[in-house]
């Protein structure tokens, strides 16, 4: 149990690290000037990180076009869209995460407004 208590403060604690490796993959991808091989490396790095995660019981929460479910999404805006159901999840801001059947981070999104 103490093991796994230590393994959830640390891998809380390496999110942010993984979003902000997913920014700056997307950024290097959107900029022409970045040669093609550092953002292979930095996809590269990306994978092999996520497989780690996974290694350890790690999974992306499910959001986008998903029943809103306050267990594991965070609100942050509602919004009107006739295109989807009220309740609905339309966008997902920040990736939430799970270890195992434990939420590690909520999914921060936007939902369609009721």
Do not use: W
Not at 37 to 53: A, D, F, N, P, T
Not at 90 to 107: D, F, N, S, T
Request: hydrophobic share 35%; with cysteine; charged share 30%.
């Amino acid at each position: 149990e103490a093991r796994e208590y230590a393994l959830y403060e640390f891998l809380c604690r390496l999110l942010p690290v993984l979003d902000n490796l997913e920014r700056g993959l997307d950024s290097a991808r959107a900029d022409e000037n970045i040669p093609s091989s550092y953002v292979e490396g930095l996809e590269m790095i990306r994978k092999q990180l996520i497989q780690i995660l996974e290694q350890e019981g790690v999974s992306a929460i499910e959001a986008q076009g998903m029943p809103f479910d306050p267990h594991c999404h965070h609100a942050v805006i509602q919004v009107e869209a006739e295109d989807s159901e009220p309740g609905t999840v339309i966008e997902e801001l920040q990736k939430g995460y799970k270890h195992r059947k434990r939420i590690l981070r909520p999914a921060m999104v936007k939902v369609c407004r009721e």
